[in-house]
């Protein structure tokens, strides 16, 4: 019975996280006053990485530190994952645009969000051809990894468990994202 209990419950466990010990101390979420959006961040990161840098996917690991907290470089360059349930954009209901916060590359709708119950931000469908699959064999399981297809990113991962149309759910990191709320007309 133990035996059956234990196969049931750890895929669930396993769904959308790495290890916790995987996280770097160090890189523990920032507390909330810290992380907190000053309201011209996203146009300064946008001017910044949008005018100066073009390949995203060569940068090295020091230009990647200058541009990242240690936490945000955790998950996006060594394929962290953030605590369920302590994302700032876990339970953000504004409507917008999700981007990466490596490169400012536009991944997911806010139309497409919805709340899987797993802790971690969850969206059914991708914008465009922003998001990459990468094979997942790690901690003795075969997932799917996805990454910002412009700075490789790792963002989270995927699983075919989400809501019609598509039946995805991209549950992603929220310390891998941006967001713009739309303005108002």
Known sequence: MKLIYFTLLLPLVFSCSQSISQVNPESEQEPAEKMSVIPDEIELHKAIFQDSIKDYSNLSEQE??????AAEFNILREKGTERAFTGKYNTNKKSGMYHCKGCNTALFDSDTK??????????????GENVENVADNS?????????????KGHLGHVFEDGPKPTGLRYCINSLSLTFEATKKK
């Open 114 to 127: 919805f709340d899987s119950g797993t802790g971690w931000p969850s969206f059914y469908e991708i914008v």
């Open 64 to 69: 990647w530190k200058k541009i990242l907290t």
């Open 139 to 151: 901690y003795g399981m075969q997932r799917v990894e996805v990454v910002c297809a412009t700075c």
